[in-house]
């Protein structure tokens, strides 16, 4: 098979980076850009990589206009519910208009496959579980409106131009790949399990869950944990299947739930120490519980989530953040 050569947009992100490595050992040739905005040049591993800003449309253009790549992937974006519900219209500038930038660009330089970032958050509040990917699309932040404006953006541009899209919306990512140094860094981190790991590991003083009067078994938020390599290898998957399809749209999940008390004592396990969280208010756009049906995704893609076991998750991220307590160096 001919070395692919795809361009990774958001490669210096937690996601963005760990696709980076897989699709590296996988045997493309990787470009990444990123505007640091939230990523980390240590997370970068070799690859080519330059600095642009996606809000920038010339100089996207100009990229790929000087070069050519056989898929695009689209990891670029603001990805905080709450601040996308205080600050709507950073999210609706950095997740509309700067895709819409990229978008415009592969338009004109005839760029046609590209593999999307999606959410669950395009489904707002379950009306059934698990989340089949035809569940209505209501979604209850601004960040998941952002999300479902690009899925039907692409749609459009599948129609009137040709354009190939696979949209993965993913569930929570979770897990890294520390014997390469790769880990979850963001800044602030808003995830349970990093947060969870820092508490333990005495790195931070405080430790929060966020409202226990859901209607769920416990009264906490349940969440569908998808290993990050996971994800990795769907994206890559996907890209071969645009060759097939023109638009694909799959959720990337497991299929199973864990609530936050679950993966406090988790954590507690791992840690070998009994995790107290503090009990915080219900976080503003925070469904009770988002749970794939993933076997659209399973049976399209030929795939299986193999490295989504939580306790094994949760000893990376133990490892990683032990290695780096600091995060990355830059
Ligand atoms: N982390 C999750 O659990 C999760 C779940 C569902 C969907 N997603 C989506 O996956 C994608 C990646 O998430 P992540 O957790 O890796 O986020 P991240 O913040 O770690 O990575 C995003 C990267 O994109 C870069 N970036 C942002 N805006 C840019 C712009 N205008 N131009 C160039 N680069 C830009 C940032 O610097 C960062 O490196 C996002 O689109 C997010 O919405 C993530």
Redesign the pocket.
């Known amino acids: 098979m001919k070395e692919k050569r795809i361009l990774v947009?958001?490669g210096?992100?937690?996601?963005?980076s760990h696709f980076t490595y897989y699709a590296t050992g996988a045997g493309c040739h990787v470009t990444v850009?990123?505007?640091?905005?939230?990523?980390h040049l240590s997370a970068l591993r070799g690859n080519a990589f330059f600095r642009?800003?996606?809000?920038d449309p010339a100089v996207i253009l100009e990229h790929l206009s000087d070069n050519h790549y056989d898929g695009i992937f689209h990891?670029?974006?603001?990805?905080l519910v709450g601040e996308s519900m205080s600050d709507p219209a950073h999210y609706y500038q950095?997740n509309i208009l700067?895709p819409f930038n990229m978008l415009e660009a592969m338009r004109a330089t005839r760029h046609d496959k590209i593999v999307f970032?999606s959410?669950c958050a395009v489904y707002g509040a379950p009306r059934t579980l698990p989340l089949k990917e035809g569940h209505p699309k209501d979604p209850i932040s601004p960040y998941g409106r952002t999300k479902l404006a690009i899925e039907w953006m692409l749609e459009d541009y599948g129609r009137a131009y040709g354009i190939r899209s696979a949209s993965l919306r993913?569930f929570?990512?979770a897990g890294c790949e520390p014997s390469e140094g790769l880990g979850e860094d963001?800044r602030p981190e808003t995830h349970l399990i990093p947060n969870a790991v820092r508490y333990a590991l005495k790195l931070d003083d405080r430790f929060a869950i966020f409202g226990n009067d859901y209607p769920t078994p416990d009264g906490t938020c349940v969440r569908d944990y998808i290993h990050v390599m996971d994800l990795a290898e769907a994206h890559l998957i996907a890209l071969e299947k645009l060759a097939e399809a023109s638009l694909i749209r799959l959720n990337l999940g497991t299929g199973s739930g864990f609530s936050n008390l679950e993966i406090v004592q988790a954590v507690s396990r791992v840690a070998k120490m009994e995790l107290r969280p503090e009990i915080g208010p219900r976080r503003p756009g925070d469904p009770p519980e988002l749970v794939a049906d993933a076997s659209e995704s399973f049976d399209f893609l030929g795939w299986r989530p193999v490295r989504s076991q939580l306790d094994a998750i949760i000893s990376e991220v133990w490892k990683w953040i032990s290695d780096n307590p600091a995060g990355y160096p830059e």
Do not use: E, M, R
């Not at 210096?12 to 963005?16: E, F, K, L």
């Not at 850009?33 to 990523?39: A, E, F, H, Q, T």
């Open positions: 947009i958001g210096a992100g937690y996601i963005g850009v990123d505007n640091l905005s939230k990523g642009a800003d996606l809000n990891f670029a974006a603001s990805c950095n700067a970032s959410s993913y929570n990512a963001h």
